[in-house]
């Protein structure tokens, strides 16, 4: 595949990001399209420590971390961090502002631009595409390849499908990316790259497209992002054709089957997959506590007399009626990550995974 042009976008508005990424498109249509989307200074910081961009295009309003209030100079307090020699940021090869806000269009320096964006307007456009027909022409000087990514909630569940690859599918390390951020992270983090992805519209050399993978855990949280993309992208369109999704279901794990057949259904996590030995083990180190009654699905009652009334093992109460706490969940990890046979059920959604990618 070429060289793709690979761009960060840091601005919290998903119609104004499809809308840039759709007026790029105008101007390129057969190179590959890397873009990364932050929300927040702190994770727009973490993607610039792990690669190099050649653009940058930069809300002038956003907050330091996540959840917290905007700053009117957030985009300007940003650039100021990538020039901070002890911040080691990849500096990117261009860096553009897009406002909202026409009475803020006001420069970051005497270097980069900021311009008033709108639906409407055509000099964004117009600067866009220009800087983007160069980018394309001397694209070669930051040449990286996009391949397949399985899109996943955070760094442990990365951990666990890294070192499952290693140990279960070798051949097939450096056929696909495991994509993760530590800040800004979680199913909102998932369902944004996928629906950046399916709007790049990526395809390979054989002009089949290039696939993804956004796996979610079983939850409400991974459900309702689930949902919004299902509801955002019609299953007909050309974008649908290229992601699938793909939660922590109980098929991967017979325990969590079993479980299932005789009456009781929970949603379930990446831990909820690990080799019952880690379980085990975790509740005697204290690692555990009782599941929230809203983790069960049309189940009013559950205690460990009802569980064995219905037949479960020892095995299954215990899974079924505990989770990992959360101050834990590296432990529990780590401890999952030594022996191959912990991981195995974890081998079973992967191969899923590889499967969908068709690599």
């Known amino acids: 595949m070429n060289p793709n042009i690979s761009i960060l976008i840091a601005d919290d508005d998903m119609n104004k990001i499809q809308h840039i990424i759709s007026t790029i498109k105008t101007q390129i249509k057969d190179v590959p399209l890397k873009i990364d989307q932050a929300i927040s200074i702190s ?3 973490e993607y610039l420590v792990k690669d190099k ?4 295009i930069c809300d002038l309003q956003m907050p330091l971390n996540d959840g917290n209030e905007l700053l009117v100079d957030g985009g300007k307090i940003l650039i100021n961090e990538i020039y901070r ?3 080691k940021l990849n500096v990117p090869l261009y860096i553009i502002g897009l406002t909202q806000h026409k009475e803020i269009t006001t420069n970051f320096n005497n270097l ?3 311009l008033f964006y709108s639906m409407n307007e055509e000099d964004w456009k117009i600067y866009l595409r220009d800087l983007i027909f160069h980018i394309e022409l001397i694209k070669s000087n930051l040449s990286k390849y996009l391949i397949e990514t399985i899109y996943v909630e955070g760094i442990n569940d990365f951990k666990l499908l890294h070192k499952t690859t290693e140990l279960y599918y070798q051949e097939q390390l450096t056929k696909f990316k495991i994509d993760y951020v530590e800040f800004g992270g979680g199913t909102d983090w998932v369902e944004r790259k996928i629906l950046i992805w399916s709007k790049s519209l990526n395809k390979k050399n054989d002009q089949t497209p290039l696939k993804a993978v956004g796996l979610f855990d079983n939850d409400i949280p991974g459900h309702k992002s689930i949902n919004n993309l299902e509801q955002n992208i019609k299953e007909e369109s050309a974008e649908r054709k ?9 098929k991967y794990s017979p325990i ?3 479980i299932k057949s005789k009456g009781i259904d929970f949603h379930t996590t990446m831990e909820d997959l690990i080799g019952i030995e880690v379980w085990k083990t975790a509740k005697e180190n204290n690692w555990l506590e009782n599941r929230k009654k809203n983790s069960y699905i049309e189940i009013n009652d559950i205690n460990k ?8 093992t020892e095995d299954e109460i215990l899974i079924t009626l505990n989770k990992v ?9 780590n401890l999952a990550l030594k022996k191959k046979d912990n991981l195995q059920n974890i081998a079973y959604l992967l191969e899923d995974c590889i499967e969908k990618l068709k690599i």
């Open 43 to 45: 994770e727009a910081k």
């Open 53 to 56: 961009y050649h653009l940058l």
């Open 85 to 87: 020699k002890r911040n």
């Open 112 to 114: 980069w631009k900021v």
């Open 242 to 250: 290229t992601f699938s999704i793909i939660a922590t279901y109980p």
């Open 256 to 258: 969590l089957k079993s």
């Open 305 to 312: 007399d009802i569980l064995f009334s219905k037949g479960l």
């Open 325 to 333: 706490k959360d101050k834990y969940k590296d432990n529990f990890t």
